[in-house]
């Protein structure tokens, strides 16, 4: 009997302690998870290779000008200002 009164107490301080454990996500684990959510489709890239837009991009050869400043008399044919000023 006495042996029982000196485990019950220990026993009982063992089954309380587990309700304290912590199981809360690693450190940046909520916004590794929010980002992942936000993500409509992750492999977007991936998955529209295939389609190609088709046209000569007239319409935005507007666009093109008032970016780069330059004008129809500076451009020959269809020669791409942004990749021109990257090989600068």
Not at 24 to 30: E, F, I, T, V
């Amino acid at each position: 009997m006495n042996q029982l009164i000196k485990v019950i107490p220990v026993g009982l301080f063992c089954i309380f302690s587990l309700g304290c454990v912590n199981n809360a996500p690693q450190l940046g684990g909520h916004v590794a998870k929010l980002k992942t959510e936000q993500v409509y489709n992750p492999n977007a890239s991936i998955d529209n290779l295939g389609f190609v837009p088709s046209g000569s991009g007239e319409r935005m050869e507007g666009a093109y000008q008032t970016y780069t400043g330059k004008k129809d008399s500076d451009l020959k044919g269809t020669d791409s200002q942004v990749l021109d000023s990257f090989a600068e």
